[in-house]
T-cell receptor, first 113, second 112 residues
Framework: DTAVSQTPKYLVTQMGNDKSIKCEQN?????MYWYKQDSKKFLKIMFS???????INETVPNRFSPKSPDKAHLNLHINSLELGDSAVYFC????????????FGSGTRLTVV | DQQVKQNSPSLSVQEGRISILNCDYT??????FLWYKKYPAEGPTFLIS?????DKNEDGRFTVFLNKSAKHLSLHIVPSQPGDSAVYFC???????????FGTGTKLQVIP
């Protein structure tokens, strides 16, 4: 039973399209995150939600909008996709906002053509 | 501005020998440090951590050393096994509701 699951695993789409990535955790954790791993393999945080409340919002274009309908789900919607958005997006969760032992999903590889 | 740096992109070690992975950080506010391990097509997996009040933490074959004055930490794997072949990410955080900042990773290959 997967602890943190992301869908889809792969996403190929054209520039200008709007797409969503979904994330769900069944660990009972309070905090969820979105990280982006770019072509240089640098893992950078984008957003963090604690119990459905946004607590970290890094400098990310406002084309990226997270949504947390409940503490077990954190979805990422991306509008007007650009070539530079191509990356692997990882969802993660932790017990709480001050708990750093994250459990990561297996990633969504987004390719914008 | 990369606050957590792993200057060795790759490392090869013979099976049974010690693997030493290094990490440097620049932010003196970091007070918690972690290592994650990542296999291809999977997400990173938490491996071991250390608080800034300690200089060593051990868990089985894995030991993390912290040198606060040098802003340096290292992960020792003894003995190294082929299954340890993966990318290892160093990470750091400061207290409270703070993000974890990751390094760029070191790819370890353990040769049988």
């Amino acid at each position: 039973d997967t602890a943190v699951s992301q869908t889809p695993k792969y996403l190929v789409t054209q520039m200008g399209n709007d797409k969503s990535i979904k994330c769900e955790q069944n660990l009972g954790h309070d905090t969820m995150y979105w990280y982006k791993q770019d072509s240089k393999k640098f893992l950078k945080i984008m957003f963090s939600y604690n119990n459905k409340e946004l607590i970290i919002n890094e400098t990310v274009p406002n084309r990226f909008s997270p949504k947390s309908p409940d503490k077990a789900h954190l979805n990422l919607h991306i509008n007007s996709l650009e070539l530079g958005d191509s990356a692997v997006y990882f969802c993660a969760s932790s017990l709480g906002a001050g708990s750093y032992g994250y459990t990561f999903g297996s990633g969504t590889r987004l390719t914008v053509v | 501005d990369q606050q957590v740096k792993q200057n060795s992109p790759s490392l090869s070690v013979q099976e049974g020998r010690i693997s030493i992975l290094n990490c440097d950080y620049t932010n003196s506010m970091f007070d918690y440090f972690l290592w994650y391990k990542k296999y291809p097509a999977e997400g990173p997996t938490f491996l071991i951590s250390i608080s800034s009040i300690k200089d060593k933490n051990e868990d089985g074959r894995f030991t993390v050393f912290l040198n606060k004055s040098a802003k340096h930490l290292s992960l020792h794997i003894v003995p190294s096994q082929p299954g340890d072949s993966a990318v290892y990410f160093c990470a750091a955080a400061s207290g409270g509701y703070q993000k974890v900042t990751f390094g760029t990773g070191t790819k370890l290959q353990v040769i049988p």
